[in-house]
C-alpha cells in the first residue's frame, strides 16, 4: 500500500486562450514563450522557480506552489509581472503568436504519495475555474495590451484579498457565479490594471443571469482555510484522478504523477 500525506498547496493554472488552429510550430514557439514569462515573472516576484512543480498541459501550464508559501504571493506581483511580459512580447510578436492568457487561482489540501504523485478535489476546481465562460468573457473583454484575465476562487479571494494583503484593492476584482458541469460556486475575476473587473456573464443556464459585485458574499461566507471548502460543488463529488482520462495534448490538467498528467480535454479556444 502506497503512503500519502495531504499537504496545503498553492495552485496557479494558465490556459492560452485561442491556442486551436495555429498549427504546430507556433503553438511550440507560444508554450516556450508562456513558460520564460512565468519563471521571469516568479523570479521578479522573490520566488525561486526550482521550488514550485511546473507542468506543461500542451495549451496552458500548471504550477503547483512549494508547501507554506502564502497564496497572495501568486498574485501580487506575480500576475502584473507576467501580464508585463506578455503585452512586451505581443508588442514585437505577429498574430499567430500573440498571447491572451487565462489563469485560474484556488488552494487547498492535495493527496501527495511516496512516489511524488498528487491529486485532490483543488485540482478539479482549478480545472472547473479555468473552463468557466465568465473568464472565457474577461480575456475577451480586457482592454488590448492586457493579455491576462484571472479569476480566484472564493477560498483564495477571502484569504488573500479579503485580508487586506498589499497590493490586492478589492475595487480591483468582480463577483462572477461559476457553474460547469456539477460545480457551482463564486469566484471573483480580475485583470490587470482595471479599477473594476470586467462584467462577465455567469455560466448559469438564465441568460438573464450577469455578474455583480457582492460585498455581502464576503461577510455571510465560511472559508476552511486547510481544505478549501469554500467552494460548493453541487451534485456529485469531484471525480479523482482515477477516473479521469489519462492524455496528452489540448485540455486542462487536474492532477499530475511524476510528469504524466491527468487531463480534462476540453476542444473550445
Not at 508588442?91 to 489563469?103: E, I, M, N, P, V
Request: negative net charge.
Amino acid at each position: 500500500m502506497v503512503n500519502a500525506t495531504y499537504e496545503y498547496r498553492a495552485l496557479l493554472a494558465c490556459d492560452i486562450a485561442g491556442s486551436a488552429g495555429r498549427g504546430e510550430q507556433r503553438l511550440q514557439r507560444i508554450r516556450g514563450v508562456l513558460r520564460a514569462a512565468l519563471f521571469d515573472s516568479l523570479d521578479a516576484a522573490d520566488l525561486d522557480g526550482r521550488d514550485f512543480a511546473y507542468f506543461d498541459t500542451g495549451d496552458g501550464c500548471l504550477l503547483v506552489a512549494p508547501a507554506g508559501l502564502p497564496k497572495a504571493r501568486l498574485l501580487v506581483p506575480l500576475l502584473p509581472e507576467l501580464n508585463a511580459r506578455l503585452r512586451e512580447h505581443n508588442r514585437h510578436a505577429d498574430q499567430g503568436t500573440r498571447l491572451r492568457l487565462r489563469a485560474a487561482l484556488h488552494a487547498g489540501e492535495i493527496r501527495v504519495d511516496e512516489e511524488g504523485a498528487a491529486s485532490g478535489a483543488p485540482f478539479e476546481v482549478l480545472a472547473r475555474l479555468l473552463d468557466s465562460a465568465p473568464l472565457r468573457q474577461a480575456a475577451l473583454a480586457g482592454p488590448d495590451g492586457t493579455p491576462v484575465a484571472a479569476i480566484l476562487s472564493r477560498h483564495v479571494y477571502e484569504e488573500t484579498v479579503g485580508h487586506g494583503h498589499a497590493g490586492l484593492d478589492t475595487d480591483a476584482f468582480t463577483a462572477a457565479d461559476v457553474r460547469v458541469k456539477e460545480y457551482a460556486a463564486r469566484a471573483w475575476l480580475w485583470y490587470p490594471g482595471s479599477p473594476v473587473g470586467p462584467r462577465a456573464g455567469s455560466d448559469r443556464e438564465d441568460a438573464g443571469s450577469r455578474t455583480c459585485t457582492d460585498a455581502k458574499a464576503n461577510a455571510d461566507a465560511r472559508s476552511d482555510a486547510r481544505s478549501g471548502s469554500g467552494e460548493q460543488p453541487a451534485g456529485p463529488e469531484p471525480r479523482t484522478a482515477e477516473q479521469s482520462v489519462h492524455a496528452t495534448g489540448h485540455g486542462t490538467v487536474f492532477a499530475v504523477h511524476r510528469g504524466d498528467q491527468y487531463i480534462r480535454h476540453d476542444d473550445r479556444s
